[in-house]
Nanobody, 122 residues
Framework: VQLVESGGGSVQSGGSLRLSCAASGDTSRRYCMGWFRQRPGQEREGVAA???????KYADSVEGRFTISEDRAKNVLFLEMNNLKSEDTATYFC?????????????????WGQGTQVTVSS
């Protein structure tokens, strides 16, 4: 599976962005998709995940502000980010998991995109 993120950019605090992740290749075993982020000098952390049934899971820090969704027919994953804060500044990655189970643990994902930068200024 190849994953390509887009939609990152710079926005002021309180603003919104929508990230997209296009999947190609063998997408048949895409049981769970997730968004992750990584700040300089910090470990990658899970932001949100969605499984093939449409169930979702969010990190506490983004609950109520971010929404993950997926168009499985078009193999595109989205992350709608509202009320952005400076602490949301990071490189955002999408990832695909070849096994069942909804999770935001990065180590359980098998395929990764190259990332897209999100910068929120206060």
């Amino acid at each position: 599976v190849q994953l390509v993120e887009s939609g990152g950019g710079s926005v002021q605090s309180g603003g919104s962005l929508r990230l997209s992740c296009a999947a190609s290749g063998d997408t048949s075993r895409r049981y769970c998709m997730g968004w992750f982020r990584q700040r300089p000098g910090q470990e990658r952390e899970g932001v949100a995940a969605i499984d093939l049934y449409g169930s979702t899971k969010y990190a506490d820090s983004v609950e109520g502000r971010f929404t993950i969704s997926e168009d499985r027919a078009k193999n595109v994953l989205f992350l709608e980010m509202n009320n952005l804060k400076s602490e949301d500044t990071a490189t955002y990655f999408c990832a695909a998991k070849n096994t069942f189970g909804l999770t935001t643990w990065p180590s359980l994902y098998h395929h990764w995109g190259q990332g897209t930068q999100v910068t929120v200024s206060s």
